[in-house]
């Protein structure tokens, strides 16, 4: 049987990790993708064993140049999880608000195109693709723009490409989470109470208060979702966003 391979970016934490993990259970060589390479490192010690293999590439997905040479020895690839994100605040008028909007739409729009662009050329029929977009990508939130701004811009992506390559056989997909106990949401709760003078506790118990499940959803609840559309039995689905809220995100 041949063996799958899956390239994840962000592969060293949150949904990344745990998406990476799933599949290397699930018998898949996984190339993990991150900026961080001695996360990298302690995630393929972690691995070891399974049924499947973990390859660690240390790039940056907003480089298209350094992200080609990570992948430029792969052959076929027959799933791709585009989970690099990152999360910054800024209001319209911050006095940092250009180099945020900047680096956000770099690693979390641009850097899913890079990904996309380079690792659609090496899928065969059959072959999946899942892009991590969030709530967000369909609502806005105040002080979130350049976040709100990638994500919506990652549905365009993914819808257009779903089309694109439908004749290919290749299926696109995007998951929205909402609040997912990952160390970005932690650090973005941290940096909203430092700004509002709180503690992080209270902006953390407003969130979930917002969540009808009244929980942050955890890492490998979006995973579980992210595997199920990597797998035949969701042949028929391209295209489409789903969300993983908790049922704080509907539309």
Not at 80 to 105: M, S, T
Not at 107 to 121: D, F, I
Request: hydrophobic share 50%; glycine share 10%; aromatic share 4%.
């Amino acid at each position: 049987m041949e063996e799958r391979t899956a390239v994840v970016t962000g592969a060293s934490r949150g949904i990344g990790l745990a998406a990476s993990r799933r599949l290397v259970c699930a018998g898949f060589h996984v190339v993990g993708v991150s900026r961080d390479a001695r996360a990298l490192t302690e995630v393929t010690a972690a691995l070891a064993g399974r049924a499947g293999r973990f390859t660690p590439r240390a790039a940056d997905v907003a480089d298209l140049s350094s992200l080609s040479r990570a992948l430029e020895d792969l052959g076929a690839v027959h799933a791709v999880v585009a989970a690099a994100g990152v999360c910054r605040q800024a209001g319209v008028g911050d006095p940092d608000a250009d180099d945020v909007w900047r680096e956000v739409i770099a690693v979390n729009l641009t850097g899913a195109w890079n990904t996309m662009r380079l690792v659609s050329q090496r899928m065969p029929p059959g072959g999946r693709a899942v892009v991590v977009s969030s709530g967000l990508g369909k609502l806005g939130r105040a002080g979130y723009a350049a976040y709100a701004a990638s994500k919506h811009g990652v549905l365009g992506l993914v819808r257009s490409l779903a089309l694109e390559l439908a004749p290919r056989g290749v299926m696109v997909n995007a998951v929205c989470p909402g609040w997912v106990d990952t160390a970005m949401a932690r650090d973005d709760v941290a940096r909203t109470a430092a700004r509002e003078h709180v503690a992080p506790d209270e902006i953390r118990a407003r969130a979930v208060s917002r969540i009808p499940l009244g929980r942050f959803v955890e890492p490998a609840e979006v995973a579980g979702l992210v595997t199920f559309l990597l797998e035949p039995c969701a042949s028929a689905i391209t295209g489409e966003a789903f969300n993983v809220s908790g049922g704080e995100f509907c539309a």
